[in-house]
């Protein structure tokens, strides 16, 4: 299997490579569409500010290219973010793949959320072995609203779709490189799909 992830400048690649590496799977990072479009699975990460990351995107010409893509994609974190709507961070028009947009949290809440806490309501084969209210790792200061494409949903001050699944597209908010034996599980299970 060829799984490559998409390497714009805004990801916190490393990280999702060893996760890749502890399932006897090489994840080759690019940002050349040829080799993109040749995947068999891609990872589309992100971390960091929205605007400046779509600015990337845009400067490698990935914009167009990825709502097209055919194979299965996993957008994490300001990854799954940018494949919605539009977002406040920046006031940023997204890709336009997930149809929800992205708010801040409200000021009452400590910004970012940071640490674990658990998806609930799931609906996908993507959390196949999953149990609910398990727990992920979570690093963020913006959430995507629910839509019809919410697979599974989260609480902090308010409740909002922490996964998102359109066609060949899956979005999560957390951080499954990071959370442990359940989100080592979900990239296996994206692998299989």
């Known amino acids: 299997m060829k799984l490559v992830i998409i390497n714009y400048g805004a990801g916190n690649i490393k990280s999702i490579q060893f996760a ?30 929205a605007n400046s990351a779509m600015t990337m995107l845009k ?23 940018l494949m919605c709507n539009y977002t406040e961070e920046g ?21 970012p959320q940071m640490g674990w806490n658990v998806i609930k309501d799931l609906k996908s084969d993507l959390f196949k072995g999953i149990k609910e209210d398990e727990y992920m790792y979570l690093v963020h200061s913006y ?15 308010i ?14 908010q957390f951080h499954p490189e990071k959370s442990s034996v359940a989100g080592s599980r979900i990239l296996e299970n994206f692998l299989n799909l």
């Not at 006031?91 to 149809?99: A, D, M, P, R, V």
């Not at 959430?143 to 001050?157: K, L, N, Q, S, V």
């Not at 409740?159 to 999560?172: D, I, W």
């Open 159 to 172: 409740n909002y779709a922490s996964a998102l699944k359109h066609k060949n597209f899956y979005g999560v």
């Open 91 to 111: 006031h940023t028009k997204g890709l336009g793949i997930f149809q929800t947009e992205v708010k801040r949290f409200s000021n009452e809440l400590k910004v």
């Open 20 to 49: 890749f590496n502890r399932l006897g799977v090489n994840a080759e990072l690019s940002h050349d569409p040829e080799v993109i479009q040749s995947a068999d699975k891609l990872i589309f990460p992100g971390v960091g500010e």
């Open 59 to 81: 400067k490698s010409g990935l914009e167009t290219l990825i709502p097209n893509l055919e194979q299965p994609v996993l957008g994490i974190c300001l990854g799954m973010q």
């Open 143 to 157: 959430y995507a609203e629910h839509c019809a494409e919410t697979i599974a949903a989260t609480d902090y001050g």
